[in-house]
């Protein structure tokens, strides 16, 4: 049997992240197709709170197995945004099977831990200038991880003047390409709301 799964993310580059989800559920030994719906191309899209997002995907589809709810944590803890998901859900479908999908400050902060990935998709796999990136039982505390994957990014494709310009305006792209290459069992792995988000997961998956 294969269940239906929805996540919510915070932003476009953000949706590969349904591709790990589905893949961290297989080896749990579940399948499940996750998807993530593309608000922005509606007409009339619901607003950004979670339960108007949830409000509008239950009018006119069957409540769907799982729910993964992808929020960077930004200014808040932890502990508020994930109050904020369960009374959202709570509100419009209570007892919805939902996993929080929560970074520190933002998902940045996953994707500065693999230092080698980043090289990759600045295009020079073999550099070693240093990235200027914190160690690993750093990243979490960052205050500003985009702001540091943004010069991580550069320093590593070796760029300057209106080539490093050029560069920095395809940081979207660069992003989104570091989401979908995200190494699960590399070093994220080592980082506390990533094993959050494996312990939660394998709880949920549990108990369907």
Same mark, same amino acid.
Do not use: Y
């Given at each position: ?44 899209? !619901? ?9 509008? *995907?239950? /009018?006119? %589809?069957?409540? &769907? +197995?799982?729910?993964? #709810? ?54 020079? !796999? ?9 160690? *690993?039982? /750093?990243? %979490?505390?960052? &205050? +500003?991880?985009?702001? #540091? ?60």
């Amino acid at each position: 049997m294969i269940r239906r799964a929805i996540l919510f993310t915070d932003g476009v580059s953000d949706r590969p992240l349904a591709a790990h989800l589905e893949a961290m559920c297989v080896e749990r030994g579940v399948r499940v197709n996750v998807t993530a719906p593309e608000f922005e191309r509606l007409p009339n899209p !619901p607003g950004l709170r979670i339960s108007d997002r949830l409000e509008f *995907l239950l /009018r006119g %589809e069957q409540s &769907p +197995d799982l729910l993964f #709810v992808h929020r960077d944590a930004e200014k808040l803890n932890v502990e508020q945004r994930l109050s904020e998901i369960d009374a959202a859900v709570q509100q419009v479908r209570a007892g919805l099977p939902t996993v929080p999908v929560i970074p520190v400050r933002m998902t940045e902060a996953w994707l500065l831990a693999d230092q080698q990935l980043i090289r990759r998709v600045a295009g020079r !796999p073999n550099s070693t200038d240093d990235l200027e990136i914190p160690g *690993l039982d /750093r990243l %979490e505390s960052i &205050p +500003d991880p985009k702001g #540091v994957l943004q010069r991580a990014l550069a320093i590593a494709s070796g760029t300057s003047g209106r080539h490093r310009k050029k560069f920095d305006r395809r940081f979207s792209s660069h992003r989104r390409l570091l989401v979908e290459r995200l190494d699960r069992s590399g070093p994220v792995s080592h980082l506390s709301r990533w094993q959050a988000l494996e312990s939660d997961l394998g709880r949920i998956l549990g108990a369907l």
